[in-house]
Nanobody, 126 residues
Framework: QVQLVESGGGLVQAGGSLRLSCAAS????????MGWFRQAPGKEREFVAA????????RYADSVKGRFTISRDNAKNTVYLQMNSLKPEDTAVYYC???????????????????WGQGTQVTVSS
């Protein structure tokens, strides 16, 4: 069982930056692919970014490429999402997720992830 706790959300003006963190419990963090998803009011949860259990494997949604960066620190059991040049359409609850299947391809769909955090709110004002 893995527990995930997100932090770092908040209110920011358009063009600003935030860094989200997701702390994971358990001793096998390095073997998990980690992803970030988001859900805006009235919309379905959507993929944002993911990092594979093999370092160097990254994946991003087209809407955030060039603005967001995902990274992980296995020594701290933490995954990060650096968000720059934020836009009002980035407003959502952001969720961290973990996948233990050690797939060759970094997963980008909800069904591939086994564990989820409670989410952290990000609000971008115009």
């Amino acid at each position: 069982q893995v527990q995930l706790v997100e932090s770092g959300g908040g209110l920011v003006q358009a063009g600003g930056s935030l860094r989200l963190s997701c702390a994971a419990s358990g001793r096998t963090f390095s073997g998990y692919a980690m992803g970030w998803f988001r859900q805006a009011p009235g919309k379905e949860r959507e993929f944002v970014a993911a990092i594979g259990w093999r370092l160097g494997s990254l994946r991003y949604a087209d809407s955030v490429k060039g603005r967001f960066t995902i990274s992980r620190d296995n020594a701290k059991n933490t995954v990060y999402l650096q968000m720059n040049s934020l836009k009002p359409e980035d407003t959502a609850v952001y969720y961290c997720a973990a996948d233990h299947h050690r797939s060759a391809v970094v997963p980008d769909s909800l069904g591939e992830y086994d564990y989820w955090g409670q989410g952290t709110q990000v609000t971008v004002s115009s």
